[in-house]
């Protein structure tokens, strides 16, 4: 102790070090995640971050003694070593930052599931944990703290405003990103451009916002397609006038004078302003039918082949066949797009979305839509029973019952990942005898990792795909998949036998693209072998997320039905709602009917958007028109109105539980 103690010579501002430690750290986490470096971003990102130092230095100035200050340095130094650390490990594994509420929802299942793992990854990443403490280890060992007085805190204070001034005019005049600090806040998107101290801070104001009044942006007038393309009233065949899609006796604008909430009020308002949509001519197409609705996990339509998954290409090609479908990365992984396929809605609260649904009744989904009308009802997963605390939400979703690994299923063997098929054969007799049922599945053997030594899924089906020309992460990919191919081939001939192919129809959407392909320590990939699957070289978010949907009933095959427009999972729902004829209000979902006359828009949470005439990535700023159509700022500005008030209404929507409002006013 006495020789540690004399090799402290030096004495060293807690402020000073804190401000430095905090510059650092940032440092560290850009160059690790920085594909393409940017100046104003550097600039902007380092004038943060002297803001969170200045902060710190600030607080910690308040501390009596200097040993004391230097202590509570030395560990918040650490503190935020640690935060660093786990953003950087979750961007490397999920490819995205999540803010905290997402990671507190997911930590018990990751440390419960993944363990090893977790430990394999801080193994093989020693050098990183070195190098985020190595501030508050040299502090410690090797200074002094000093004390600070009244001068250095009122320099501290004038830098955290001096900092931020800085920091907001590098991002506004040297960066494209600065929409997130005017409403387009997105926490991923922030960390990447400004630092995670920056998306901290806004996730924060975000939260606060919860209690501040909704707002949506005033209506833009909708551009139009150019003159001389669009056809004369006399050319246009006469249509069929289908009634709206709304609720017989449910008045929005009724409901908007006489509520005494304001905040509801607005919503109702905003709600009324919509255009409802019509019905068409395939409402009512499955009226009657049992539904078996699945999320499939990391699902692509690289997957589907007709030689190598003849179930699955069958499914997707003899059903309602979709060319341009989307599941975006909504950014907390799995539950988010479960949510997004369910419920109908934008997943804002990352991790946290799915217990949304025990606190306001989402009466539109497809379980509450069919047990009011007396279907037997269950929620399958083949997964631990409280992942996500599945247990306790599954329920509030429209489903009697909800069963999965350690929970009901007791033929589904405790490997990882877990069978389709095993949790198909134990499951399917429970129900294919019932009169009507509504089912729902999450599966899990499409999940990483893709080694032979980490999925046993891959393990089992490995033969079938060994001469395939691929790399080994690919290969175990689709192995892995295959077991899932094998469930469906398992489901699809058990609904023949029984003969209700007919009257059933089968949903399958992805939860998310198969990210255990991208370049990661996590997932022990040195390349990128998504690239690889998807045979590119190089490709975006909206290329990336390119996936398949798949509807199907014995009743559609040979009916040659296609959706060739741009679609995505929120309009799953109202999609099921209308084929299976459910009276329902279109304005209560951002979603659409794809059969509808409704204007295909698909759209990202970073709101980078898609439509038949063009698509706008935010990452870079670009907007490409397709199909020869001119680029019109009117239509632009008019999109993003729609992507902005879209995203704003599912926040709220979260926020106040305005479905139970909804509920309330329906007529009985």
């Known amino acids: 102790m006495r020789k540690l103690q004399s090799l402290q010579k030096w004495t060293l501002s807690p402020g000073v070090f804190l401000m430095g430690t905090a510059v650092y750290q940032e440092w560290l986490l850009h160059f690790w995640i920085t594909e393409e470096f940017q100046w104003g971003r550097f600039a902007a990102l380092t004038a943060f971050a002297l803001a969170l130092g200045c902060t710190l230095a600030f607080l910690v100035s308040w501390i009596p003694g200097p040993k004391a200050a230097k202590r509570t340095a030395v560990t918040l130094a650490a503190l935020l070593g640690m935060v660093w650390l786990l953003e950087y490990f979750i961007s490397d594994a999920y490819q995205v930052f999540m803010p905290p509420v997402t990671i507190f929802n997911g930590a018990g299942g990751v440390a419960q599931d993944?363990?090893?793992?977790?430990?394999?990854?801080?193994?093989?990443?020693?050098?990183?944990?070195?190098?985020?403490?190595?501030?508050?280890i040299g502090c410690g060992l090797f200074f002094r703290g000093r004390k600070t007085g009244w001068k250095g805190r009122g320099l501290f204070a004038a830098g955290i405003a001096l900092c931020w001034a800085l920091g907001l005019g590098a991002a506004f005049g040297l960066t494209r990103d600065a929409g997130c600090f005017q409403g387009a806040y997105v926490f991923d998107s922030t960390v990447r451009a400004y630092g995670l101290h920056t998306g901290l801070v806004l996730e924060l104001r975000s939260g606060a916002g919860s209690s501040q009044e909704p707002e949506f942006i005033q209506s833009v007038p909708q551009a139009t397609q150019p003159e001389e393309t669009q056809p004369q009233a006399s050319e246009q065949p006469e249509k069929t006038e289908y009634p709206q899609q709304v609720v017989s006796g449910l008045d929005f604008g009724e409901l908007a004078e006489a509520e005494s909430n304001r905040h509801i009020s607005a919503i109702h308002s905003y709600v009324d302003s919509l255009t409802p949509a019509r019905q068409n001519e395939y409402t009512g197409l499955f009226a009657g039918k049992n539904l078996i609705l699945i999320t499939a996990e990391a699902l692509c339509k690289e997957a589907i082949d007709p030689e190598l998954t003849p179930t699955l290409y069958r499914l997707a090609t003899q059903g309602i066949q979709f060319t341009d479908y989307y599941q975006p990365g909504w950014g907390a992984s799995t539950i988010s797009g479960e949510f997004s396929n369910v419920v109908g809605l934008v997943p804002v609260n990352g991790g946290a979305c799915m217990k949304e649904v025990t606190q306001q009744n989402f009466f539109l989904t497809m379980g509450h839509q069919l047990q009011k009308?007396?279907?037997?009802?269950?929620?399958?997963?083949?997964?631990s029973l409280d992942f996500y605390e599945r247990n306790k939400t599954h329920t509030y979703l429209g489903y009697d019952r909800f069963l999965a690994l350690y929970g009901g299923l007791e033929q589904v063997q405790p490997v990882w990942p877990e069978s389709d098929w095993e949790m198909m054969v134990e499951t399917v007799?429970?129900?294919?005898?019932?009169?009507?049922?509504?089912?729902?599945?999450?599966?899990?053997?499409?999940?990483?990792?893709?080694?032979?030594?980490?999925?046993?899924?891959?393990?089992?089906?490995?033969?079938?795909?060994?001469?395939?020309?691929?790399?080994?992460?690919?290969?175990?990919?689709?192995?892995?998949?295959?077991?899932?191919?094998?469930?469906?081939?398992?489901?699809?001939?058990?609904?023949?036998?029984?003969?209700?192919?007919?009257?059933?129809?089968?949903?399958?959407?992805?939860?998310?693209?198969?990210?255990?392909?991208?370049?990661?320590s996590t997932w022990q990939n040195d390349g990128n072998h998504l690239a690889e699957l998807y045979g590119v070289e190089d490709y975006n978010h909206i290329v990336r997320d390119h996936s398949a949907l798949i509807i199907w009933s014995g009743c559609l095959e040979g009916q040659n039905i296609t959706v060739d427009t741009p679609v995505f999972s929120l309009d799953l729902l109202p999609t099921l709602l209308n084929l299976f004829g459910m009276e329902y209000d279109s304005r209560l979902l951002v979603g659409r009917d794809v059969f509808s006359e409704e204007m295909p828009l698909v759209f990202w949470p970073d709101y980078s958007w898609k439509t038949e005439r063009g698509m706008y990535d935010a990452q870079s700023g670009k907007y490409t028109p397709l199909d020869g159509q001119p680029e019109d700022p009117g239509y632009l500005e008019y999109i993003r109105s729609l992507v902005i008030n879209k995203t704003n209404y599912c926040r709220y929507v979260a926020d106040r539980n305005y479905f139970n409002y909804v509920l309330e006013a329906l007529p009985s």
């Open 429 to 520: 007799p429970q129900y294919l005898n019932q009169e009507h049922f509504s089912v729902y599945y999450m599966t899990v053997s499409g999940h990483s990792i893709y080694t032979l030594n980490g999925n046993a899924m891959a393990k089992k089906n490995y033969d079938k795909v060994a001469d395939l020309p691929y790399s080994e992460p690919v290969k175990c990919y689709l192995a892995a998949n295959l077991e899932l191919e094998a469930a469906l081939t398992y489901l699809v001939e058990q609904l023949e036998e029984a003969g209700i192919a007919d009257d059933t129809v089968i949903a399958i959407s992805p939860d998310h693209y198969p990210y255990g392909l991208e370049k990661s």
């Open 373 to 383: 009308q007396g279907y037997w009802s269950a929620a399958y997963h083949n997964n």
């Open 114 to 136: 993944y363990l090893g793992l977790v430990l394999s990854l801080l193994a093989r990443n020693i050098w990183r944990i070195a190098l985020v403490m190595l501030p508050a």
